[in-house]
C-alpha cells in the first residue's frame, strides 16, 4: 500500500463555526495506481488533495505514505517528503515567471541539495521526458499554456517522487493541449509512476484506471459514479471561476472564499 | 547561495524605482559617514602635516626643570653644566635616527632691544651654533648669515627674524647694518631670515592650534651663541636640535639624543642635600625631546572627537533605512505569499526561505552602502571644495560602511524573512 487514509476528517473554522469539508475519508491508493478524484466545486476534493500532499494537515485521523505516518512528522522532515515523494501539478501551473524553464525545473533539485552539475543533467532530461528539449531557456511568458503545464510535470517528476498529484491539470488548458497532458500521463503510469489527479471532466477521468467521487466530503466509491455525475452538474454548474480553487464549499466557507 | 544573490539581483532588477527608494534611506546614511570620516581624516592628515612639516622635520630637544621649560634668564645666576661640545654633537650624529645636529641656547631679556625711540620688552635671544639655521630650515631673506670670522672675532651681529625685523623696525625698510641698542652695548644688524615651510594654520576650528606653537609676538633675534656670555653674563644650557632621517624616526631620534644629553649632564631625579658635587649638578634637569608625533595625535583626537558626534547623527539615518528596508520587505513577502506557498509544496525548507529573504534584504542594503559609499565619497570632494577642507578617503571607513549596511539587511530584514518562512504551505498557495 502506497498511501493510506484512516478516519480522516478536515474543519475549518469560520468565525466560531467549524465547517466540515472532509468527513470519515478512507482511502487506499496502491503503488503505480492512476486515480481520478471527481466532484463538484466545494466537495472538499482540493483538500483531500492537499492532504496527500502533505500541504495541509486532517483535523482527524491518520494518514500513511509510504509506511511513514504523516501527522507525527515534524516542519523538516514534512518538506523532504514534498520534496523526494510527492510532485505537484497545479491548474494554473505556478511557474517562477522570471526563472527560465531550466531553472524551474531545478527547483527541487535546488532544496534536495544536487550538486550543480548533477541538477543540470537531470533537468534537461525531465525536460525531454516532456518534450520540449528545446525550450530549455525560455521563460514562462514565452510558453504557451500546454508548454508551461509540462515545464510544471517535468518540474514535478524530476526528483523521481512516488506520486503525481495533480489539481486539474487540463483546466486552464485548450483540449489539444490537454490531450498532450494526458498523453503524458499516461507515459508517466507506464513507467510506473503513482498518479493522483482531480478533475471535473468525465472525459479526462476516463483516462484513469479507476475513479474516487467526493461529494459534500464524503467519499463514493464503486459503481453508479455516472448517476451522482450528472446529478451534481445539474445541481451546481461549473463557473469559470471556481475552477481556480474549489477545495472549500463557497457557499459555507466565507472565510476561505476571501482569498478566491 | 550564489543562487539566492542571483535571485535578489533578479527581484531589486524587477523593482527598480522601489528598489532605490528602499536604499536611499541606507544611501543617505552611509554617504554622510563616509564624508564626515573622509573630512575627519583630511583633517587630521593635515594637522600632522603641519605639526610634522615637511621641509623643517626637526626634534627639538630641551631642557626642562621639572615640568617647565629651563632657562635661567638675566635675573638668575648661572649653572655648573657642562658645556656642549663638538664629540657629543659627533656622538648624536652617529644615531642612525639623525641626519643633522645643531645646538642653540635660548634666553629672554626683559630690557629687550631698542632701535632708535623704539623699545622692545622681552625679547627672545637665541644662541645658533653654525648648524642651526641650517637644520631648523631658515633661509636668508636680506643680509647674510654669520661667518667664522663672526664667531673667532666675537663679532657683536644680529641676525633677526622676519616678525622681529617688523616689529623693531616698524616698516623701515633698509635696515641692515643699522646699529641697535642691547644692554647698553651697540650690535649690528647683519641679516634677516626666515623659516622655510613653517607651520602655517590652515585647520582654523581648533582653538587648541595656537598651544602647539611657539607663537612669540616680538619675534627672535640671533646671535652667535660664542657672544652668548657677553650678552647674558654667564653660560646658558644648550638645547639641541636634530633633523631626523625620516617622519617615523622622529620620535626615537628625539628620545636616544635626550638619553644622551641626560647621560652627559648626569641627569637625575634627586632633591635634597644628601648629593655629591656632581650629581647636584643635574638634579631635577632633564633634557625632553619634544615629540611632535604625539602632539599630533592629540590634536586629532580633538578633531576626531567632536566629529564622532556627528557620525552618531548619521547613524540615525541608517536605522531610518532599515526600518524602511524592513517595510519593503514585509510588502515583498506578502506580494510573494504564492511563491512562498509554492516553494514549500516542493520541498522547500524553513531555512531556504529564510536564507531567500535575508540575502534579498542583504544584498538590498548592502548595494545601498556601495552606492552610499560613492555617494560620500562625492559629497567629500564637494564639502572640500566648498568649504577648504581636505579630503583623505579611508578605506578601512569604506568597507566597515559595506559590512555595516549588510548587516543592517540582516537585522531588518530578519523579522519579514521569518514571516515568510513561517507561512503555512497551503495558506500561502491559496493566498491570492
Redesign the interface.
Known amino acids: 500500500m502506497l498511501l493510506e487514509l484512516k478516519n480522516i476528517y478536515k474543519n475549518y473554522i469560520q468565525g466560531n463555526m467549524d465547517v466540515p469539508v472532509l468527513k470519515n475519508i478512507n482511502l487506499s491508493i496502491e503503488e503505480g495506481e492512476y486515480v481520478a478524484i471527481m466532484g463538484p466545486s466545494g466537495s472538499g476534493k482540493s483538500t483531500l488533495m492537499?492532504i496527500i500532499?502533505c500541504?495541509?494537515k486532517p483535523t482527524a485521523g491518520t494518514y500513511f505514505l509510504d509506511g511513514q505516518e504523516i501527522n507525527t512528522l515534524k516542519?523538516?522532515e514534512l518538506?523532504?517528503?514534498?520534496?523526494?515523494q510527492i510532485g505537484?501539478v497545479f491548474q494554473t501551473f505556478?511557474l517562477?515567471p522570471?526563472q527560465t524553464a531550466l531553472d524551474n525545473v531545478g527547483?527541487?533539485l535546488?532544496?534536495?541539495k544536487v550538486p550543480k552539475r548533477e541538477r543540470k543533467r537531470m533537468c534537461l532530461e525531465a525536460l525531454d521526458l516532456v518534450g520540449l528539449s528545446d525550450r530549455v531557456s525560455f521563460k514562462p511568458t514565452q510558453l504557451s499554456g500546454g508548454q508551461k503545464q509540462r515545464v510544471a510535470i517535468a518540474?514535478a517528476m524530476v526528483?523521481q517522487p512516488k506520486i503525481l498529484l495533480a489539481d486539474e491539470p487540463t483546466g486552464a488548458l485548450d483540449s489539444k493541449s490537454g490531450i498532450q497532458v494526458m498523453e503524458l500521463f499516461r507515459e508517466l503510469h507506464e513507467r510506473g509512476t503513482t498518479i493522483i489527479m482531480i478533475t471535473h471532466s468525465d472525459e479526462i477521468a476516463s483516462h484513469a484506471d479507476r475513479m474516487v467521487k467526493i461529494i459534500d466530503g464524503e467519499l463514493i466509491t464503486g459503481d453508479g459514479i455516472s448517476d451522482t455525475e450528472s446529478n451534481i452538474s445539474n445541481e451546481q454548474p461549473e463557473s469559470e471561476i471556481m475552477h481556480t480553487?474549489d477545495g472549500i464549499n463557497a457557499d459555507s466557507v466565507g472565510q476561505?472564499v476571501r482569498?478566491? | 547561495m550564489i543562487e539566492n544573490i542571483r535571485l535578489s539581483f533578479q527581484g531589486i532588477w524587477a523593482h527598480k524605482m522601489r528598489s532605490f527608494l528602499t536604499m536611499l534611506g541606507i544611501i543617505i546614511g552611509i554617504a554622510a559617514i563616509i564624508a564626515i570620516v573622509s573630512t575627519i581624516k583630511g583633517t587630521s592628515e593635515q594637522i600632522k602635516e603641519n605639526l610634522v612639516g615637511t621641509g623643517t622635520n626637526v626634534v627639538k630637544v630641551e631642557l626642562y626643570q621639572g615640568d617647565w621649560n629651563y632657562t635661567s634668564g638675566d635675573s638668575q645666576g648661572g649653572n655648573k653644566l657642562p658645556v656642549f661640545n663638538d664629540s657629543l654633537k659627533d656622538e648624536i650624529l652617529d644615531l642612525d635616527e639623525v641626519t643633522a645636529v645643531a645646538s642653540y641656547r635660548m634666553g629672554s631679556l626683559y630690557n629687550g632691544i631698542m632701535y632708535g625711540d623704539n623699545l622692545v620688552n622681552n625679547t627672545t635671544f637665541v644662541g645658533v651654533d653654525e648648524d642651526y639655521f641650517s637644520v631648523m630650515g631658515y633661509s636668508v631673506k636680506k643680509g647674510r648669515l654669520f661667518t667664522e670670522h663672526d664667531r673667532k672675532n666675537f663679532n657683536k651681529f644680529v641676525i633677526l627674524d622676519t616678525v622681529a625685523a617688523d616689529v623693531l623696525f616698524a616698516g623701515e625698510k633698509d635696515y641692515i647694518g643699522k646699529t641697535v641698542v642691547i644692554k647698553n652695548d651697540a650690535y649690528v644688524v647683519i641679516g634677516v631670515v626666515e623659516q622655510q615651510d613653517s607651520f602655517s594654520p590652515k585647520v582654523e576650528n581648533l582653538n587648541d592650534w595656537y598651544t602647539y606653537y611657539y607663537n612669540d609676538a616680538s619675534g627672535k633675534y640671533f646671535v652667535t651663541d660664542d657672544i652668548w656670555p657677553m650678552l647674558f653674563g654667564f653660560d646658558e644650557p644648550y638645547n639641541v636640535v636634530v633633523k631626523p632621517r625620516s617622519t617615523e624616526d622622529m620620535t626615537k631620534a628625539g628620545r636616544k639624543t635626550a638619553d644622551i644629553l641626560n647621560d652627559y649632564i648626569g641627569a637625575n631625579d634627586k632633591t635634597g642635600g644628601d648629593m655629591s658635587e656632581e650629581e647636584s649638578m643635574g638634579a631635577s634637569l632633564k633634557y625632553r625631546s619634544e615629540d611632535l608625533l604625539e602632539k599630533a595625535k592629540a590634536l586629532q583626537e580633538v578633531s576626531a572627537s567632536t566629529s564622532k558626534q556627528l557620525i552618531w547623527i548619521a547613524s540615525i539615518s541608517l536605522i531610518v533605512g532599515g526600518i524602511g528596508v524592513m517595510n519593503i520587505m514585509l510588502v515583498s513577502v506578502t506580494e510573494r505569499t504564492r511563491e512562498i506557498g509554492l516553494k514549500k509544496a516542493l520541498g522547500a525548507r524553513k531555512g531556504v526561505i529564510l536564507a531567500q529573504f535575508l540575502t534579498e534584504a542583504a544584498v538590498l542594503t548592502s548595494l545601498g552602502g556601495m552606492i552610499g559609499v560613492g555617494a560620500g565619497i562625492g559629497l567629500a570632494y564637494i564639502i572640500s571644495d566648498v568649504a577648504k577642507t581636505p579630503v583623505a578617503i579611508s578605506g578601512a571607513a569604506i568597507v566597515v560602511s559595506v559590512v555595516f549596511s549588510m548587516v543592517i539587511g540582516i537585522v531588518f530584514g530578519f523579522i519579514p524573512s521569518v514571516k515568510a518562512a513561517n507561512l503555512n504551505p497551503i495558506d500561502a498557495l491559496r493566498y491570492e
Not at chain 1, 518538506?79 to 523526494?84: D, E, G, L, Q, T
Open positions: 492537499n500532499g500541504i495541509d516542519d523538516r518538506s523532504f517528503v514534498r520534496n523526494k505537484f505556478n517562477m522570471r527547483l527541487p535546488q532544496y534536495a518540474r526528483n480553487y476561505e482569498y478566491e
